[in-house]
Nanobody, 120 residues
């Protein structure tokens, strides 16, 4: 089974940037989605990529960019103009089983997560 490993999280001030990285254990994984979960809140989808096509949550549109380097088995999430409300544990997921890309239950492979903290 494919494995995922996230990195790149950290602490930044509002308005700053971070780039998260998700490395997959094999090159062909299909759709990959970044999710995030803040304490006491449900896991929510942030951005997805599949065959070069991307999708974003409204809350991050025009601030976050998902991209993929197939040669490096890596998916990136570039996060700009970060806000305190972006503070969460960020996970990448694959093994999409179909349905809406933004539903966590439609993915069956998850990484361990990387923490992002944005201070005001």
């Amino acid at each position: 089974q494919v494995q995922l490993a996230e990195s790149g999280g950290g602490s930044v001030q509002a308005g700053g940037s971070l780039r998260l990285t998700c490395i997959t254990s094999r090159s062909t994984v299909g759709r990959v989605c970044w999710f995030r979960q803040a304490p006491g809140k449900e896991r929510e989808a942030v951005a997805s990529i599949a065959n070069g096509r991307t999708g974003y949550a409204d809350s991050v549109q025009d601030r976050f960019t998902i991209s993929q380097d197939i040669t490096e088995n890596t998916i990136y999430l570039q996060m700009d103009n970060l806000e305190p409300k972006d503070t969460a544990m960020y996970y990448c997921a694959t093994g999409w089983t179909g349905g809406f890309w933004s539903v966590a239950a439609n993915y069956n492979v998850w990484g361990q997560g990387t923490q992002v903290t944005v201070s005001s």
